[in-house]
T-cell receptor, first 116, second 113 residues
Framework: AQKITQTQPGMFVQEKEAVTLDCTYD???????LFWYKQPSSGEMIFLIY??????QNATEGRYSLNFQKARKSANLVISASQLGDSAMYFCAMSPNGGATNKLIFGTGTLLAVQP | EAQVTQNPRYLITVTGKKLTVTCSQN?????MSWYRQDPGLGLRQIYYSMNVEVTDKGDVPEGYKVSRKEKRNFPLILESPSPNQTSLYFC????????????FGPGTRLTVL
């Protein structure tokens, strides 16, 4: 079964510290994509970062990096130098089957609270 | 500005009263989807469309209908809403290459009494 698992319902981090949000995935497709989205309290879904299953290097976007460990089927999000504005719900998602069906499978999310 | 718009943003209705949530994108994307978000369940795909007149069921299609008569529009129809369809709904679009980011609309918060 194709599935995304986020085991951390909620996390706290001190401002300016780094934090890792865990994500594991399950698929038998050889080609897939992995995404992270941020959902602030206002509700919109904000794309953060993407990793393709064939990408050799870990993706990075500013303060966000994706720690992709293919053999372990994990795609953890690392946020460096946390800011108060990073407080939000974070979703890991997978696009299976090479993206052929335009489907994103989401995890249940991790609620991150950044403390001053 | 590239965007996905949804209307209405908030809706409170009663059981059985037909409603339509509109979705429109201005990026000429082929792919569009509807998701619902429920606490503890993340987002789940309701229906998707790969082009005009091409739609298919997602994971939770029961109680919903869609149509894709124009490339830019992808309305979600609830013929007879029930309280278990109270949820936050998102429309999303992306290009033919599914690896590109999906652009999400602002969401529609629906309450069915």
């Amino acid at each position: 079964a194709q599935k995304i698992t986020q085991t951390q319902p909620g996390m706290f981090v001190q401002e300016k510290e780094a934090v890792t949000l865990d994500c594991t995935y399950d698929t038998s497709d050889p080609s897939y994509g992995l995404f992270w989205y941020k959902q602030p309290s206002s509700g919109e879904m904000i794309f953060l970062i993407y990793q393709g299953s064939y990408d050799q290097q870990n993706a990075t976007e500013g303060r966000y990096s994706l720690n992709f460990q293919k053999a372990r089927k994990s795609a953890n999000l690392v946020i460096s130098a946390s800011q108060l504005g990073d407080s939000a719900m974070y979703f890991c998602a997978m696009s299976p089957n090479g993206g052929a069906t335009n489907k994103l499978i989401f995890g249940t999310g991790t609620l991150l609270a950044v403390q001053p | 500005e590239a965007q996905v718009t949804q209307n209405p943003r908030y809706l409170i209705t009663v059981t059985g009263k037909k409603l339509t949530v509109t979705c429109s994108q201005n990026m000429n994307h082929e792919y569009m989807s509807w998701y619902r978000q429920d606490p503890g369940l993340g987002l789940r795909q309701i229906y998707y469309s790969m082009n005009v007149e091409v739609t298919d069921k997602g994971d939770v299609p029961e109680g919903y209908k869609v149509s894709r008569k124009e490339k830019r529009n992808f309305p979600l129809i609830l013929e007879s809403p029930s309280p278990n369809q109270t949820s936050l709904y998102f429309c999303a679009s992306t290009t033919r290459d599914g690896y590109n980011e999906q652009f999400f609309g602002p969401g529609t918060r629906l309450t069915v009494l």
